[in-house]
């Protein structure tokens, strides 16, 4: 049995997370200044501060009641203001004609770039790469605040663990250790060492918090979680983001455990202010004050503003809750002038951090270089590394340049389509489709779509492609989603290849032609009906504006596809939700027991079988595991060895392997290291993720990686919602994904 060991004794492995007090430490510079400000402001203007007031994305008029209220200091937010001459009238509005002159900011969805995009969040995440995806935030916010906004609604850090929610394509994936380092590095890349600088933006964590945990994967769905699990799972991603400095996190439209986020003192105040110290301000998802009153939790929108005040949300994004009914709130001495007080304080010190009192003006001179050329090279570094090579039959990839390529399916043109979910700003005709990069690239190809989009169901087009098909030595089919059908309330149920896809394949595995099946699509899209008709399958997400340049190199081995799956892949959506990281049962799941659908008896007697936590017809593994993904060579993990059988709480644990590029070309190895807690005062997931590294080796070349990890890595929090390592007995893998690698135990120990 495992011992807990205390606070005073081990003061590093244990954490009363609930005993932590709000003591906020960071603040800064800026209080004088706020108590100064707020002492003049009247109690309109303070509930001015807390409205973020929205236009649609498609906006292009400004409504004239909008200015009124900035010039009577009745808003301190604008979202989706893309004209520039209503930016700079309504920040002169503010400054100028306003009672105190405080500074507006302006905000916008800038998701995963502004202009020139990057992969979608999902595909980001399969890079595996903190500095991508720095750099990528870096260009949006560049990018962004050229139009005026300094403000972005990312990164969006919810872990989610089921593909039928459309939201997966904005995620990190479904591991809490991935999410933590990608949303430090979102962090830094939106907002800088400085957020004053006037090419930074601030960022926004959302949604807090576990929006992803959804039922069934349905949009805004109800979510229900254990503390520690929630702690587990959901929060970390959050507090690294808010350790790297976020400016902003933006509470969730769902409901935990019967409370909506929106209205959840405890996750707003205890957890939020308390326990992370998050000293920024706190805003509403859209509407998500006034959906309280749907959820049953808000009688009408005045009890909704109270309950939202009650819980300590600063800023309200599009609803009027708190413009309607605050003043009266505060009379009735339902919500004191001090909480107001307060989100006006959290509110202007991100005004002051982002520099807005000396600068608050766009600078005309600062364009944005959309598109340029270093922008344009780093989408395309980004598209190739977050590409994930499936399936590679005979190593049929990567293809001559020489080849005749028949280019087919509803991706393979589609400009539109391959940006993704969010992506407002980026202009199609800036896109390279992968059917432009094979024009320019001057390719010896023919091209026939054979489906309009990736929904159609006519065959009307099979025949030109199939006869293009017939003439070629390859044919590549890109294939897929629109982008429309993930992101925002665009879950689906079943997440085959929709439209004809399907057919389209099986018809053209008929001219015997071997079939490279490119999918662009905002989550993992089943494909057990028809991979046995393809010889590769490569996996490129919506790849943003530079994502046919970035499939040609890989397919033509220019470049190497570098990425790896950030969420496990289904067989099919009725496993779902799936997770490498889940826990045991009492009874595991077992290849060696197991009976599959078809082998069972006809009359069988009524027994298990030996079936244990399998679907008679999926089994229990997903198609292709967490950390997946081939490279065009191969590696071989040998010689693993750990610095000590037994560790204490405060001793490191080396841990080494040599990997070899057993391959005849170079290539990069992502290696990733896994723990298992074998028992628990809880009961402790199968694997988790808790280091990986790049690696890159020439052909025949032989590295040793070495990893460090201690008893703080070991930490999680119990039942009593204490924070610590246990004693105890772990397992170590070092492998290539969750399901493979070598293998080996320590202890942990007093
Ligand atoms: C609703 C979405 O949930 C959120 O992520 C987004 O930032 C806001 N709308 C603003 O567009």
């Not at 001495?333 to 007080?341: A, M, Q, R, S």
């Not at 989009?453 to 070629?472: M, P, Y």
């Not at 069988?604 to 081939?630: C, E, I, K, V």
């Not at 020439?698 to 929090?717: H, P, R």
């Amino acid at each position: 049995m495992k011992k807990i060991f205390f606070l005073l004794l081990f003061s590093l492995t244990l954490v009363s997370c609930k005993e932590n007090k709000p003591k906020l430490l960071k603040y800064g510079a800026y209080e004088n200044k706020i108590d100064a400000l707020i002492s003049k402001m009247t109690l309109e203007e303070k509930i001015g501060q807390t409205n973020l007031r929205g236009v649609s994305s498609r906006a292009k008029i400004l409504p004239e009641d909008l200015k009124e209220s900035v010039k009577n200091g009745n808003v301190g937010a604008f979202l989706n203001i893309m004209n520039l001459d209503y930016v700079d009238e309504l920040q002169r509005l503010a400054i100028e004609e306003s009672p105190n002159g405080i500074p507006l900011i302006f905000g916008r969805d800038v998701i995963h770039g502004f202009k020139t995009l990057f992969p979608i969040p999902l595909g980001l995440a399969a890079t595996w790469d903190a500095q991508i995806v720095e750099k990528s935030s870096e260009i949006a916010a560049f990018e962004a605040s050229a139009a005026g906004i300094r403000w972005t609604f990312a990164p969006m850090l919810d872990i989610a663990r089921d593909s039928r929610w459309g939201r997966i394509a904005e995620s990190p994936g479904e591991d809490t250790y991935l999410a933590t380092i990608l949303g430090e590095a979102y962090i830094k890349g939106f907002q800088g060492d400085d957020l004053s600088n006037p090419h930074r933006i601030a960022a926004s964590a959302k949604h807090y918090i576990a929006y992803g945990a959804a039922i069934g994967g349905r949009d805004y769905n109800t979510v229900n979680l254990s503390e520690p699990l929630l702690r587990n799972v959901y929060l970390p991603p959050f507090k690294s983001a808010i350790d790297a400095g976020a400016a902003t996190v933006m509470s969730s439209f769902n409901e935990i455990n019967g409370i909506p986020a929106t209205g959840n003192e405890f996750l707003l105040k205890d957890v939020l202010r308390g326990e992370l110290q998050f000293d920024g301000f706190v805003v509403s998802d859209w509407d998500s004050v006034i959906e309280m009153i749907e959820h049953g939790f808000a009688r009408d929108e005045k009890h909704a503003g109270e309950l939202a005040a009650k819980a300590g949300l600063d800023m309200e994004m599009t609803s009027e809750a708190y413009e309607n009914h605050l003043k009266e709130l505060i009379k009735e001495n339902k919500v004191t002038i001090e909480e107001l007080n307060e989100f006006v304080r959290n509110i202007l010190r991100i005004k002051f951090r982002l520099g807005l009192f000396e600068n608050p003006y766009r600078n005309k001179k600062h364009t944005g270089n959309f598109y340029a050329e270093k922008h344009l090279k780093e989408a395309k570094k980004a598209a190739i590394e977050s590409t994930v090579l499936l399936k590679n039959k005979n190593s049929i990839l990567p293809i001559s340049t020489k080849a005749k390529v028949a280019i087919i399916g509803p991706l393979a043109n589609a400009p539109h389509e391959q940006l993704g979910t969010w992506a407002f700003d980026g202009e199609k005709e800036h896109t390279n489709t992968p059917l432009l990069a094979y024009k320019n690239a001057n390719a010896n190809f023919k091209f026939a779509k054979g489906l309009t989009h990736s929904r159609d169901i006519s065959k009307k087009g099979f025949k030109k492609a199939i006869e293009i098909a017939k003439k070629s030595d390859v044919i590549l089919f890109f294939g897929g989603e629109e982008a429309i059908l993930s992101g925002e309330a665009h879950s689906r149920a079943n997440i085959d290849l929709p439209g004809a896809q399907e057919e389209l394949i099986n018809e053209l595995a008929k001219t015997g032609k071997p079939i490279v099946l490119v999918i662009m699509a905002g989550r993992p899209i089943t494909i057990t009906n028809i991979i046995e008709k393809t010889d590769a399958v490569l996996m490129a997400w919506h790849p943003g504006t530079m994502g046919g340049e970035a499939l040609y190199e890989v397919l033509h081995g220019i470049k190497s596809p570098e990425g790896r799956l950030p969420v496990s892949w289904p067989k099919t959506a009725g496993q779902l939700p799936f997770f490498y990281n889940h826990k045991n049962t009492g009874r595991p799941a077992d290849s060696t027991s197991f009976i599959p659908m078809e082998k069972i008896p006809i009359a069988a007697w009524q027994s298990s079988l030996g079936n244990d936590s399998h679907y008679l017809d999926a089994g229990f593994t997903p198609h292709f595991p967490f950390g997946f993904g081939l490279t065009y060579t191969s590696f071989n993990y040998s010689d693993m060895s750990i610095s000590k059988n037994t560790i204490h709480f405060n001793e490191d644990l080396e841990v080494k392997v040599s990997i070899k590029n057993t391959g005849e070309k170079d290539g990069k190895e992502l290696v990733q290291l896994y723990v298992q807690d074998l028992v628990g005062s809880i009961t402790r997931p199968v694997k988790e993720l808790k280091r990986f590294k790049h690696v890159f080796l020439k052909s025949g070349e032989t590295k040793e990686i070495s990893f460090k990890i201690s008893s703080k890595d070991l930490e999680f929090v119990n039942h009593k919602i204490i924070k610590a390592a246990e004693e105890g007995t772990f397992n170590l893998w070092v492998g290539p994904n969750a399901a493979q690698g070598l293998k080996t135990s320590f202890i942990l120990q007093k």
